[in-house]
């Protein structure tokens, strides 16, 4: 029995170095701003450059004064491990996001009623850095309990995300313009509310959940506000005051980066 023990342990053992030696290596560039990129060097120039081809087929160039170190590492996903994917050092950067508010408060004493509301926003920006990124949005929002209220928010979005990993907590912050495009509210006969818009900030809590090194999921949670001005119109407007609302919102959401 203690043969048969030993046996198997050796092997195991064996297996185990055997699968160590032939385990894949890949390429690995520390840059000086934090990111690190994994893959294949295609090209270098001794104190010049480098060019490197990533797992996903993109290639990028770096000069040397841009780079900590280089080294050979076992591939991420060896063994079935994830990858870790890594996020571009700076570029372009599109974010969807829909989401549902429910409303806690918003309303006035002519007409309009805004509570929950479902939104879509659509942002494009610049990421300067893997962890920071801002740009500029457009959304569209609509009630849907009924009240015949929408708005179009134009909006400056920033969003900083905690550490360069697969999955990393970021805070958000949109700050911007409501454009009301709802239709005029009848107070009463004759009379009717005519709504323009106001001032648009919703700050967001959420976690990024990469799935390649050019596109991610994110969930979150923000309190959306919105500000709708209100105008009485017609035969009995001088009965009636001009009215802001600030209808509010938590907004839970979810997107995609890329």
């Known amino acids: 029995m203690f043969r048969k023990i030993l046996l198997v342990g050796l092997f195991s053992l064996l297996s185990g170095v055997a699968l160590a030696q032939t385990a894949p290596m890949q390429d690995v560039v520390y840059l000086k701003n934090g990111s690190v990129i994994r893959g294949v060097i295609i090209e270098q120039v001794p104190n010049e450059s480098l060019k490197i081809e990533t ?32 996020a571009k050092a700076r570029g ?5 996001e829909a989401g549902y508010g429910i409303g806690v408060g918003g309303g006035s ?26 740009g500029i949005g457009v959304g569209f929002n609509i009630s849907t309990n009924g009240e015949n209220v929408t708005s179009i928010p134009l909006f400056l979005h920033g969003r900083v995300n905690w550490i360069d990993r697969n999955f990393s907590p970021f805070i958000a912050l949109s700050l911007g313009y409501n454009i009301s495009t709802s239709p005029k509210d009848q107070i009463d006969y004759k009379t009717y509310a005519k709504w323009s818009g106001g001032l648009m ?11 390649s090194n050019k596109a991610a999921v994110t969930f979150g949670i923000g309190f959306s506000v919105l500000q709708f001005k209100g105008t009485p119109e017609g035969y009995y407007a001088h009965d009636y005051s001009s009215a802001s609302i600030m209808t509010k919102a938590i907004r839970l959401k979810v997107g995609a980066t890329f």
Request: glycine share 10%; charged share 25%; aromatic share 16%.
């Open 55 to 86: 797992r996903d087929g993109n290639v990028f160039v770096y000069r040397m004064e841009e780079i900590t170190k280089m080294t050979k590492e076992q591939a991420p996903n060896y063994y079935g491990v994830r990858p870790r994917y890594e």
């Open 92 to 96: 372009y950067m599109g974010i969807v």
């Open 109 to 134: 004493t002519i007409g309009m009623r805004y509570t929950d509301r479902f939104e879509l926003d659509v942002i494009n920006g610049y990421q300067f850095s893997p962890y920071g990124f801002i």
């Open 201 to 211: 900030v919703e700050p967001t809590l959420g976690m990024t959940i990469r799935v």
